[in-house]
Structures are given as C-alpha cells and as structure tokens.
C-alpha cells in the first residue's frame, strides 16, 4: 500500500472523505445556474492570492529592503515602512466595497441611506497609521541617538 | 499513530510512489527557473514553529467560526423551509427548535461569526505566506498520495479564501460575485470544514513536534537580533538561502496579532450602540441613520420593500387566523389590547446589531384573541409583496414567550415606516430578517387541530 499509493491507508481515507465531501456539494450545485460562477470564483480566489497578492506584496517589500538598507547604528527604519503599510493595504482590502462605495442600488435597499465611498476615510485613517508609526521611528532614533551619547 | 512519520505529511523526506520511475523523471526534469525561485526565499523566519502557531490559533478559533456559522444557518429555522439554502440534502442539520433564550443568542453567535471571521483574515494570509514556498516545490508531487493531498489543499485554501470573500461582500451589500450568497457560503463552508478535517488529521502530529521544538514562552522572549533560522525541514519551508532577519519571530506573530486586532476594532461597533457604533469607520453599520428615538439601522427600507402608503394608513388591518376563526383589528383596536415592553435585540446575518425598547402586544394574547392558545407555529405574511423575507414561520416557543411582541411602538414612539409601521414582529434571539415587518396577517396553527 504505502510503497505504491505513497502513504497510509489512514491517508487515502481522509483525503477520500474530503474528496467525498467536496464531489457531492459539486454535485448538488451542478444544477443551479450559477453553478460555473462560484467555481470560478472558489478557484479564482486561490489564483488571486498566491499569483497576484502574494507576488505583488512580496515584490513590493523587496523593493522597499532594497532602498530602506539596515542603517549602521540606530533603528531600520524598513519596519516603520512596513507595518503601515501592510495595515493601510488589509484595511483596504476587508472594507473594500465600503472605501469604494460598491453595491449602491443594495446598500440604498438594505439601509435606507445613500452610499458615499469611504476613500477620504481610508486615506486619513492610512496617515494616521504612518503617522503614528514615524513618531515611533523619530522617538527609537532620538532615544539611539541620546543613549550613545550619554 | 507512528506510522505517520514516513507519509508525505511525515518527517523523512517521503519516497516515491506508484510508478516510481514516472515520479523521478518528473523530479530530475524541473522547467527553467526552479532552482533559481527556490534560492530566491529569503525570511529566515518561515520554517515549521511559525507556521505551527498560526495553524494553531487557527486550529482554536475556526471551529468557533464554522460553528456560529452553523447555528445560523439553524437560528433561521430549517424545519420551516425558511432557512438558506432551503434543500442541502444530506448536509442537513439535526432538527431542534431555535431557543428564545438568551435573548441576546443570535446577536452573540452571528456577531462572533463575523467579527472572529474578520479578525482571522490577517491569520489566514500569514500562514499562506509561511507555506508559500510549498507550492513552488518542485517535483510537485513523488506519489499518487501527495498528488491527492495538494488536490485537497486547493479544497482547504480556495475554500477558506472563498468563505472570506463571499463573507465580507455579503456583510457589505456589494454583490459582485452574482450568485446566492447563502447557497454558496453554505456549501462552501462544508467544502473547507471537510478539508479541514482532513489537513488537521494529518499534520497535527507536525504542529505539536514543530511548537516543541522550540518553546513558545522561549521563543517570544528572543529579539530581531538574536533570531536565527530553523534546522532545514523535511518540507522545505525553511530557507535555503535565508537573508538577514528584520523581524523577529515574536514580531511577526505581534504583527499579525495586531492587525487582528485592528480589523476588530474596525468591525467590533457594528454590533454596539451609541457613539461606539461610529468606530465601524469603513462598514455600513458604522452609521446610525438619524440621532433620534428610532435612528438605528434597518435591513430593508420601506420604499425597497415597495410599501404603499396608502395600505399602511388608516385602512390598514392586521387579520389575525387561527382554523375558521378570523379577527381583524386595526392600529387603535390594538393599542388598546394589554400592551407589553420590551428590551430586545435586532441582529442581522450581517453580524450587525442593535438592543432597542419594544413596545406592543404578546403574540401569545394575539392567538388567544383567536383561541389558539395551543399554538404549534405561527405564519406571519407581511403587506411586502415581493422578496425573500416577506413572510416568517414562528415555532411554538417563539411565539408563547413572554417577550415576544407584535410591536407597535419602538423607545416610546411609533415606529417608522422603516422600522415597520404600522406593526412588527420582535421575537427574542431571532434573526432580524424574521421579525417581520409591515404584517399584514398572523396565521396560527394549533397544535390539537
């Protein structure tokens, strides 16, 4: 068994229990209509994180090593780069259709009030975020700074 | 329990399979550039610790997520046929009756569903980006065995970041994926869940191995400085070539740690009253549509609804069934029966809600007036015509508790035509969706009929 499947019987079991799963939900949904967009989107969606995000964030902090070397002495700046950014970016992307102002006509229907895009909220809410994290910087370096001269 | 070291979850590097000579020719044949990509991983910090706490606080705080997410799917009532989707075969829950206490239920689970759902998002991405270079190994698979476990980690990925995305448009009225929200994210969560349970199977052996090997307590206590790379793993999610640290292990889990943080406090508010609820910045219950007694959210408004003024003025009368006996009273006529008031949660799908001051008549004086006093379920039809949500089957404890109210007036005003005027449905720990608004009849059915 192990020499030619590759592993256990334990294994063959679980992955045929999540296969027998996953085939019969396939099944039951193969029916309705929009069965195509929901495999599009749940294949999709793997597609849009490990070939687009994940390379557009990895390249992007590559970039940012590049020009943000490791200074002699005192604090990297790199992570005070980083983590608002990093923040500023989930927040866009959880709170999308809110920053963006999509789905008007459902949102009008849903709350009774008038969709206005939240971008100006996002935008103070990212300087606020870098703000924050510059006064850190400046307050790690001045404190570098004093200490090596006392 | 052993055995499990030599699978291709285990901790030798795994021979190969059935036909062995196919799987070596596709290992010594990489296409171009696969040496290159696997020298390009840098972080000294990925490796088998890592990945084993995220997995872990994963392992806690998922089932928590997949288990609101199904006491919702029950909070709607399947055994009504009113919950979505209404056919799920053999993925049926057990059938019980949706209890009316605590009365803050469903305001809790869904709530914790959508905010512990958002708050793992951070979770989720960083420990893909931990086992990212896993998916670039080349050869991809030495056996029929890892051929099936990458086929299902597909299941458990696309499954976790299909749930995710589905969740977080739905809860924010932007419906750009066009298909039901409800059939997709139901049947997409059983896909991951069976996934789920499938990796968990396999890989906890490596998880508590991984977090053994060096303390967590330990390893929280080392600085960026002091951080080195793990021994090389069997799975190669250890660098070959690391770079220079410019975090440490304890900053990058406070790192996530923190944006968790920050997208609850972002979401948090929209199940909280009063100025809290602004702290929603970026959601669409962060707004509170007026100042006064009755400017908190609804979920459908009067004019989408399609209520005509003219059926909810003075003509408006509220039938009341129950077999052949039938009364209709009108807004008067019930404000001057025996009236009830109560403090009552609205708690959507969405995870947004809100407590409000109920006032009215008891449904259960409702089915005494047409001696129903034996009540088995009540079916209440609203004057909307059209939509999902026009109409609401109650069970028999929904509609004999105490609090459960036909409200005619909500903080000691009427209500609002979007608040439901001329009456409403407010029933304890029930979906909001199902405290029905605008009713036009209340049917009961009686239990000795």
């Known amino acids: 068994m192990r020499a030619g499947y590759g592993a256990p019987l334990r294994h063959l079991l679980l992955m045929a229990g999540a296969f027998a799963v996953a085939g019969w939900v396939l099944a039951r949904i193969a029916g309705e209509p929009t069965a195509g967009r929901m495999l599009l989107w749940f294949v999709g969606a793997v597609i849009a994180h490990d070939l687009v995000l994940f390379p557009v964030y990895a390249t992007a902090d590559r970039a940012l090593r590049a020009r943000l070397a490791a200074p002699a002495r005192g604090p990297s700046p790199l992570n005070h780069v980083r983590v608002p950014a990093l923040a500023a970016g989930l927040i866009f992307l959880v709170y999308l259709p809110g920053v963006l102002g999509l789905g008007r006509d459902t949102y009008r229907a849903a709350t009774g009030l008038e969709r206005e895009p939240l971008l100006g909220r996002w935008l103070l809410l990212t300087a606020a975020l870098f703000l924050a994290s510059g006064l850190l910087y400046a307050l790690r370096r001045w404190r570098a700074h004093h200490l090596r001269r006392v | ?449």
């Open chain 2, 1 to 449: 329990m052993r055995s499990d070291d030599t699978s291709p979850a285990g901790h030798h590097p795994p021979g190969y399979g059935f036909p062995r000579r196919g799987w070596r020719a596709l290992a010594e044949h990489p296409p171009p550039g696969v040496g290159t990509a696997t020298r390009a991983w840098r972080s000294p910090l990925r490796g088998p610790w890592l990945t084993s706490v995220y997995g872990l606080v994963l392992l806690v705080t998922l089932p928590l997520v997949i288990v609101t997410g199904l006491l919702d799917h029950l909070a709607y009532g399947p055994a009504y046929g009113q919950a979505f989707p209404y056919d799920v075969g053999w993925l049926r829950l057990p059938a019980v009756d949706w209890p009316t206490r605590p009365s803050w239920l469903f305001r809790v689970t869904q709530g914790l569903h959508v905010t512990l759902g958002i708050m793992l998002v951070p979770v989720v991405l960083a420990k893909l980006w931990s086992v990212i270079p896993k998916l670039f190994d080349w050869p991809p698979a030495r056996s029929v065995a890892q051929v099936l476990e990458r086929l299902t980690l597909l299941l458990l990925v696309g499954g976790i970041l299909f749930e995710i995305a589905t969740g977080l448009l739905n809860m924010q009225y932007a419906y750009l994926f066009g298909f039901d929200f409800y059939t997709a994210h139901y049947f997409g969560a059983w896909v991951f869940t069976a996934a789920l349970v499938a990796h968990v199977a396999l890989k906890l052996p490596r998880l508590v191995t991984a977090l053994r090997s060096r303390p967590v307590v330990r390893e929280l206590t080392v600085g960026r400085a002091g951080t080195r790379p793990e021994p090389p793993d069997p799975d190669g999610l250890v660098a070959a070539a690391p770079g220079d640290p410019t975090m440490s292990r304890r900053g990058a889990i406070a790192l996530v740690g923190g944006l968790s943080v920050l997208l609850g406090a972002l979401t948090v508010g929209q199940s909280l009253d009063g100025a809290w609820r602004r702290t929603a910045l970026l959601l669409p219950r962060g707004r509170q549509p007026d100042d006064g007694p009755t400017g908190f959210p609804v979920n459908r408004s009067a004019l989408a609804a399609g209520i005509d003024p003219a059926d909810t003025g003075p003509a408006w009368r509220l039938t009341l069934r129950a077999g052949d006996r039938t009364r209709a009273l009108d807004r008067a006529a019930l404000l001057a029966l025996p009236q009830h008031t109560a403090r009552l949660p609205i708690a959507c799908v969405e995870g947004w809600s809100t407590l409000q001051t109920w006032t009215g008549v008891r449904l259960r004086d409702l089915a005494a007036l047409v001696g129903a006093e034996d009540v088995d379920a009540a079916r209440v039809r609203s004057l909307e015509r059209a939509g999902l949500f026009n109409r609401a089957t109650l069970a028999a404890n929904q509609v004999l508790d105490p609090d459960s109210l036909l409200a005619l007036r909500v903080n000691g005003v009427d209500l609002t035509p979007d608040h439901g005027w001329p009456a409403r449905v407010i029933v304890p720990a029930l979906p909001g969706v199902h405290c029905t608004k605008w009713v036009a009849s209340i049917e009961f059915d009686r239990a000795t009929a």
